[in-house]
């Protein structure tokens, strides 16, 4: 399975920003990690097949929207009140097992990964 994200690119503090992932066969959850300069890759967001239940990192929520369109395999996360600290690659993730929710945010848990979207924000 392949992952495509988009929609990256240098916007300023509390502005907003869409980015999406687009993959290549139906998956059961997909996600968003993100990896700063210097700093380990961490969860963002992640999303079950039916889409009722999301899960965001503290550091996120409330600002960030994670959504689904099934029948087109693709999922975006909507950014709003950017931060400087959200400057990172943002990287998106699936697998086709079903998960518990709050397994989302392990990075072992799954299988595909996109390429990366760089998002910028500055001051």
């Known amino acids: 399975v392949q992952l495509q994200a988009s929609g990256g690119g240098l916007v300023q503090a509390g502005d907003s920003l869409r980015i999406s992932c687009a993959a290549s066969a139906e998956l059961s959850v997909m996600g968003w990690f993100r990896q700063a300069p210097g700093k380990e890759r961490e969860f963002v967001a992640g999303?079950?097949?039916?889409?009722?239940?999301?899960y965001y990192a503290d550091s996120v929520k409330g600002r960030f929207t994670i959504s689904r369109d099934a029948a087109k395999n693709t999922i975006n996360l909507q950014m709003n009140s950017l931060k400087l600290e959200d400057t990172a690659v943002y990287y998106c993730a699936g697998q086709r097992m079903f998960s518990r929710i709050t397994d989302y945010d392990r990075e072992s848990m799954y299988h595909y990964w996109g390429q990366g979207t760089l998002v910028t924000v500055s001051s």
């Open positions: 999303i079950g097949r039916s889409a009722i239940n999301p």
